[in-house]
């Protein structure tokens, strides 16, 4: 069983940054994938920025270059560093753990951030 706890949301006006961080309950490196999705209301939960278990990265088109993921291994802590941010991330972000073998998909709880115009 893995827990995730997430932190960092909040309000902010267009062109503000947060920092979300996920603190997970168990070794990182060991996870297939982590990572941030998010979900605006009436909308499916997408896929923002994910690390994958070689240490490379995916992020959704509509981010790039504006969100960064990284991540302390020792704290076992991944962080999304988000900055320009616009009305349109406006959403509930979670962090998600994936492990392969055997296969088990851990969510946090979500974070609100809310970007106003």
């Known amino acids: 069983q893995v827990q995730l706890v997430e932190s960092g949301g909040g309000l902010v006006q267009a062109g503000g940054s947060l920092r979300l961080s996920c603190a997970a309950s168990?070794?990182?490196?060991?996870?297939?994938?982590m990572g941030w999705y998010r979900q605006a209301p009436g909308t499916q939960r997408e896929l923002v920025a994910r690390f994958n278990r070689d240490g490379t990265t995916n992020y959704a088109d509509s981010v790039k270059g504006r969100f960064t993921i990284s991540r302390d291994n020792p704290k076992n802590t991944v962080y999304l560093q988000m900055n320009s941010l616009k009305p349109e991330d406006t959403a509930v972000y979670y962090c998600?753990?994936?492990?392969?073998?055997?296969?088990?998909?851990?969510w946090g709880q979500g974070t609100q951030v809310t970007v106003s115009s």
């Open positions: 998600n753990v994936v492990i392969v073998l055997p296969p088990q998909n851990y």
């Open positions: 168990g070794n990182i490196l060991r996870f297939n994938r």
